[in-house]
Nanobody, 124 residues
Framework: QVQLVESGGGLVQPGGSLRLSCAASGFRLDYYVIGWFRRAPGKEREGVGCIGSSNGVTTYADSVKGRVTISRGNAKNTVYLQMNSLKPEDTAVYYC?????????????????WGQGTQVTVSS
């Protein structure tokens, strides 16, 4: 089973930026659709966006569109989530996962091989 590891979270002020990483050891992620999700305190996990495998096409949730960018690293085993203009409502644990269907989806049920998550806190 592939194990994904998220990193890059932390405490940032409103308006700041963070780049989260999703890495797989010894496994190429560029063959797979990768989704990013987040779970805010007291809320259900929600989709942030995803990146296609062969074409690299990205889709984003309306709540983050224009502020985040998902990209693949040159090492082919890493996917990034660049977040700009962060807001307090972006505070959440952020997760990456591999699509089981081969397609982007905003449903967590379409994904497996979840990482443990990385905490992002946006606060002044």
């Amino acid at each position: 089973q592939v194990q994904l590891v998220e990193s890059g979270g932390g405490l940032v002020q409103p308006g700041g930026s963070l780049r989260l990483s999703c890495a797989a050891s010894g496994f190429r992620l560029d063959y797979y659709v990768i989704g990013w999700f987040r779970r805010a305190p007291g809320k259900e996990r929600e989709g942030v966006g995803c990146i296609g495998s062969s074409n690299g096409v990205t889709t984003y949730a309306d709540s983050v569109k224009g502020r985040v960018t998902i990209s693949r690293g040159n090492a082919k085993n890493t996917v990034y989530l660049q977040m700009n203009s962060l807001k307090p409502e972006d505070t959440a644990v952020y997760y990456c996962a591999i699509s089981r269907t081969g397609y982007c989806s905003d449903s967590e049920w379409a994904y497996n091989s979840w990482g443990q998550g990385t905490q992002v806190t946006v606060s002044s």
